[in-house]
Nanobody
């Protein structure tokens, strides 16, 4: 049984930082491309960042470039999202996702290719 469990969300002031973690089990983590998505109230789920299986390649949604960093530790079966300079518009539920798709393409910036999802962790940025 595949499980993705996010943690690290919370309430933070604008300009502050948070680090989200996603612990994976039940799958061969090092074979999966991983991503973070988010969903704000009343909005559709949107892509935030993705990281290649090896960790050597990353992609980001434009609004988080330079502020967020995705990383992974294949020895710990964990993917991280370091979020700096947080803004009120970053308020959302953040979801971790895993895909068995081995090809690294821009399609990974959409939800379609992802096979497994976590339950989400709330991030609230107060202004």
């Amino acid at each position: 049984q595949v499980q993705l469990v996010e943690s690290g969300g919370g309430l933070v002031q604008a300009g502050g930082s948070l680090t989200l973690s996603c612990a994976a089990s039940g799958l061969t983590f090092s074979s999966c491309n991983m991503a973070w998505f988010r969903q704000a109230p009343g909005k559709e789920r949107e892509f935030v960042a993705a990281i290649r299986r090896s960790g050597g390649t990353t992609i980001y949604e434009d609004s988080v470039k330079g502020r967020f960093t995705i990383s992974r530790d294949n020895a710990k079966n964990t993917v991280y999202l370091q979020m700096n300079s947080l803004k009120s518009e970053d308020t959302a539920i953040y979801y971790c996702a895993a895909t068995l798709q081995m090809v690294w393409t821009t399609s990974l910036m959409s939800a379609g290719p992802y096979d497994y999802w976590g339950q989400g962790t709330q991030v609230t940025v107060s202004s």
